[in-house]
């Protein structure tokens, strides 16, 4: 096993309903992200989960849910995960961040002469 090096894994967890400036929460950290130069970022929604409420919120076959759990996973150099930081403390206002440090075993490098 070969290990590239260290790095910082940025966790948010936030519901599909939290809006900033009318667009979903997730979507504008994957815009600021991809702005900020970060190695990628990518957004996973949950099928059930609770928060700080402690209500569950699921999904139903016939009935849709609101307020699903999504996460949002970034790992980067630890350097550029804490010049980020301020830009989530901005964004999220109910959610939780997180942050652990990871080996990447592996890291893949984008095509560059591909248009983002």
Not at 8 to 19: C, E, K, N, P, Q
Not at 59 to 84: G, M, N, T, W, Y
């Amino acid at each position: 096993m070969r290990v590239v090096g260290k790095a910082l894994r940025l966790s948010i967890f936030v519901g599909d309903g939290d809006t900033w400036h009318r667009e979903p929460v997730w979507r504008e950290i994957v815009r600021r992200a991809h702005a900020a130069g970060l190695a990628g970022a990518s957004v996973f929604r949950g099928m059930e989960g609770y928060g700080t409420t402690y209500r569950i919120h699921s999904r139903r076959f016939f009935a849709p849910s609101k307020d699903l759990p999504v996460a949002i996973i970034i790992v980067d150099a630890e350097d550029s995960i804490q010049r980020f930081l301020p830009q989530i403390d901005e964004i999220v206002t109910n959610g939780l961040v997180t942050l652990d440090p990871v080996d990447m075993l592996i890291r893949y490098a984008g095509n560059a002469d591909r248009a983002p």
